[in-house]
Nanobody
Framework: QVQLVESGGGLVQAGGSLRLSCAAS????????MGWFRQAPGKEREFVGA????????YNADSVKGRFTISRDNAKNTVYLQMNSLKPEDTAIYYC???????????????WGQGTQVTVSS
């Protein structure tokens, strides 16, 4: 069993930066692929990015490439999402997720956090 708790969200002006954290409890954190998703009001949940268990491979959605960076610290059981050059369209609830699978395939049966709100003002 894995529990995920996101933090670091808030209100920021366009062009600003935020770093989200996702702290995991439970065993075997270092063996999970970790992902970030977001959901804006009235829209479906959207994949943002993922990082494999070693941290050597990351995947990012086209909408955030060059602006968002995923990293992880297995010693701290934490995965991070560094968000730079934020835009109003980045406003959403951001969720982290954990899966045993490699790549970017996550399902509702995987582990999910409760989310953290990010609001970008213009």
């Amino acid at each position: 069993q894995v529990q995920l708790v996101e933090s670091g969200g808030g209100l920021v002006q366009a062009g600003g930066s935020l770093r989200l954290s996702c702290a995991a409890s439970g065993r075997s954190f270092s063996t999970y692929t970790m992902g970030w998703f977001r959901q804006a009001p009235g829209k479906e949940r959207e994949f943002v990015g993922a990082i494999n268990w070693r941290g050597g491979s990351t995947y990012n959605a086209d909408s955030v490439k060059g602006r968002f960076t995923i990293s992880r610290d297995n010693a701290k059981n934490t995965v991070y999402l560094q968000m730079n050059s934020l835009k109003p369209e980045d406003t959403a609830i951001y969720y982290c997720a954990a899966t045993f699978r490699s790549g970017t395939y996550f399902t509702t049966n995987d582990y999910w956090g409760q989310g953290t709100q990010v609001t970008v003002s213009s």
